[in-house]
């Protein structure tokens, strides 16, 4: 999540990696033109529709849920050009955010978002944030393996990554409940109120994923 670029003014951070993204030849052309909607036990994740930039604000912009990712904006105009740019990334083949919705209710508590590390999506990151009145609920979870099979089955990657600051003990606990194995530390990789952080590194393989699923119903429980 916290590499995710997530501005305030709707404008985005090109770098190298995002230019050479633009180019790419996406695995699957539908989920371009618009992202599945796709239903779990407890919440639907959809695409980010531009009515859903004051819950976010007010889910998202709080001490507790930001404090280990960039900084997301922090006015309804800032989310509803953050929501503008996800759909234009999406539709650009780069990057998908999808809303989390839960059942009963029409208003996003939360996102998940999936970008491409390398031109293809052969190598994803993924990342996400949850309003903290639905935290330990079980939402995440059941919107993590959600986001984990669009990863691999409508995208096609075969390497998903998190990563997470070894201080943000939710966001660990919460990947390595998902099944992400940790492969190491990044050291001051990412930079938060002025303080270079450590990360940890979490990947998900798509042939670990598929196996334990057809085996056991899946690494998470
Ligand atoms: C990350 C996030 C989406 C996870 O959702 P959540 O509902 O809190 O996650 P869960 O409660 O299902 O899982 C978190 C796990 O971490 C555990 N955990 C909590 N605090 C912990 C700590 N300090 N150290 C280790 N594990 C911890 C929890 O006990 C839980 O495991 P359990 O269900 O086996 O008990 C949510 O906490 C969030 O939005 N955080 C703010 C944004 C963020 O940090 N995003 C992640 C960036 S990588």
């Known amino acids: 999540m916290e590499k995710m670029p997530y501005r305030d003014n709707g404008q985005v951070?090109?770098?190298?990696?995002?230019?050479?993204?633009?180019?790419?030849?996406?695995?699957?052309?539908?989920?371009?033109?618009?992202?599945?909607?796709?239903?779990?036990?407890?919440?639907?994740?959809?695409?980010?529709?531009?009515s859903d930039?004051?819950?976010?604000?007010?889910?998202?912009?709080?001490?507790?849920?930001?404090?280990?990712?960039s900084p997301p904006p922090t006015t309804v105009e800032g989310f509803e050009r953050f929501i503008a740019w996800?759909?234009?990334?999406?539709?650009?083949g780069n990057y998908?955010?999808?809303?989390?919705?839960?059942?009963?209710?029409?208003?996003?508590?939360?996102?998940?978002?999936?970008?491409?590390?390398?031109?293809g999506f052969a190598t994803a990151e993924w990342g996400f944030a949850i309003g903290s009145a639905f935290w330990g609920t079980g939402v995440f979870l059941d919107g993590a393996k959600l986001v984990v099979d669009f990863a691999f089955d409508m995208v096609g990657a075969h390497r998903l990554e998190a990563r997470a600051a070894v201080a943000n003990g939710r966001g660990n606990g919460a990947l390595q409940k998902v099944g992400a194995v940790q492969e190491g530390v990044l050291r001051k990789?990412?930079?938060?109120?002025?303080?270079?952080?450590?990360?940890?590194?979490?990947?998900?393989?798509?042939?670990?994923w598929r196996r334990s699923k057809s085996v056991w119903g899946g690494l998470i429980h």
């Open 53 to 69: 930039a004051a819950s976010l604000l007010a889910m998202l912009s709080t001490e507790e849920v930001s404090r280990f990712i």
């Open 96 to 119: 998908a955010c999808f809303a989390v919705v839960p059942h009963a209710m029409d208003t996003a508590i939360g996102i998940f978002q999936l970008r491409q590390l390398e031109p």
């Open 189 to 208: 990789s990412f930079l938060r109120n002025g303080e270079y952080l450590d990360q940890t590194l979490w990947t998900i393989l798509d042939d670990d």
């Open 13 to 50: 951070l090109v770098d190298m990696q995002s230019a050479l993204s633009a180019q790419a030849v996406a695995t699957t052309t539908d989920w371009r033109h618009t992202l599945p909607v796709m239903t779990g036990s407890m919440v639907t994740l959809r695409e980010l529709r531009l």
């Open 86 to 92: 996800t759909h234009r990334e999406r539709a650009a």
